[in-house]
């Protein structure tokens, strides 16, 4: 077995969470996919079944994902470009995360990513959509 060092934790700690039986997972990248519950008009919708398909594709991409409920706010604009008051929607979005090896990191996993992120949008009538790789957001 591969022995994982972290690059985040105090070397002391390592011992401790080794004592206690937990170990490093390997990887080299964070991939976050943003599924909004609403349209660009702040129209409700069912987002757990795109949910359970970007759990599905990204577990095979990569080799896991978990996803998280959280609540966003989305900055519309109007004609002008202006964002107002009126402008900010609330939306309760699910966050679908992974831990990505560089080797499952690779042109074909991201335009399958990103071909699932354009379907997404235009059937649910996004404005944008936003995915996190390595804390660098991307939006279409």
């Known amino acids: 077995m591969q022995k994982v060092t972290s690059k985040r934790v105090p070397v002391d ?15 080299a990248h964070i991939v976050i996919i943003y599924l909004p519950n609403k349209d660009k008009d702040g129209k409700e919708f ?5 949910e359970t398909e970007a759990l599905k594709l990204q577990g095979r991409l990569f080799r896991g994902a978990t996803s998280y409920p959280s609540r966003g706010s989305y900055r ?3 004609e002008t470009g202006e964002v107002t008051d009126e402008g900010v929607m609330i939306e309760r979005t699910r966050m679908v995360v992974s831990f990505v090896a560089e080797k499952d990191f690779n042109q074909e996993a991201i ?3 990103g071909a699932f992120m354009r379907r997404f949008k235009k059937q649910t009538r996004q404005d944008s959509v936003a995915l996190v790789i390595d804390g660098e957001m991307y939006y279409l």
């Open 76 to 78: 519309q604009s109007d």
């Open 46 to 50: 069912d987002v757990e079944p795109w």
């Open 13 to 27: 700690w390592l011992d401790l969470l080794r004592e206690m039986g937990l170990s490093p997972l390997a990887h």
């Open 111 to 113: 335009k399958a990513v």
